[in-house]
């Protein structure tokens, strides 16, 4: 419906609702109708994230009247949050820190990875349910060889939890390690897979080798490496990923499936790696 300026609201690419025919928010704007299927991110914050970005270009590629919005959601709102959702015809959410294991509680149903792992990244709302999923592990499984090797994760949330049960249902030894442990922080000596799970962008928890894969769920927004990334690469490490490829492919994941459509993978990544916010 038209706006308090008799225009139609739009979301920017970042997430940021914006009155401005053009970019004065500095995005691309995706217009939103009467008929728009809704899908958001449920996290707190969630100004930080790239999602709605990479989202709502997916869609915009598709032709489809679909929307992603950010729904910061503080921890003990989180119930009303996801009771929300059905209340407004979303058709779905991707969940994100802290909420990750929390969410476990608040769905209808999960699928055998978010049962296995004790972690949802990914809602789906259809008929009054809710229906839980993760796709993070699949996202990091998916880019290593990690049969056989030994690998070491980082982190103490949902994300971890789903990062090492993929990693161990694709045949890797896998060992959980934080800031909680008595031992932090760990040896990477007999390590051949480094994921790091935490937030930490700017400090490197365990140095890499060259024989070394790692993987970086940390980003910065402006596309610049983390310190982690930036060290495997002058380590010359066997493969690095870093945060903005887990988080396309995670995202694809999802995409894939609220809508039922094969997710325009080479769009949704040129957003996420174009400069500026």
Excluded at 78 to 107: D, S, Y
Excluded at 205 to 223: F, I, K
Aim: contains cysteine.
């Amino acid at each position: 419906m038209p706006g308090p300026h008799g225009r139609t609201p739009r979301i920017a690419d970042g997430g940021e609702a914006c009155l401005a025919p053009t970019s004065r928010c500095g995005a691309r704007m995706t217009e939103l109708h009467g008929t728009t299927t809704l899908v958001g991110l449920i996290g707190w914050p969630t100004s930080h994230s790239l999602s709605p970005r990479m989202q709502n270009a997916g869609f915009a590629a598709l032709g489809l009247d679909w929307a992603y919005v950010p729904l910061p959601t503080a921890p003990e709102r989180l119930g009303e949050a996801v009771r929300g959702l059905i209340a407004l015809g979303f058709a779905g959410a991707n969940v994100t820190i802290p909420h990750k294991q929390a969410m476990i509680e608040h769905c209808d149903e999960l699928d055998a990875v978010a049962a296995r792992a004790g972690s949802v990244n990914t809602l789906v709302v259809h008929g009054g349910r809710v229906l839980g999923s993760s796709t993070d592990g699949a996202a990091v499984t998916g880019q290593l060889e990690a049969h056989g090797r030994r690998a070491l994760v980082l982190g103490a949330g949902g994300a971890a939890q789903a990062v090492a049960d993929a990693l161990a249902q694709a045949g890797a030894l896998a060992e959980v390690v934080s800031r909680r442990d008595t031992d932090w922080p760990p040896s990477g000596d007999a390590v051949e897979i480094l994921v790091n799970c935490t937030p930490v962008k700017n400090e490197l928890l365990v140095a890499p080798r060259a024989a070394m894969q790692v993987v970086d769920l940390a980003y910065n927004t402006d596309g610049s490496p983390t310190e982690l990334v930036s060290a495997a690469r002058a380590a010359g490490c066997e493969v690095v990923v870093d945060g903005l490829d887990v988080l396309l492919h995670q995202g694809v994941a999802s995409f894939e499936r609220w809508t039922g459509e094969t997710a325009p993978l080479a769009r949704m990544q040129e957003a996420l790696r174009r400069p500026g916010t």
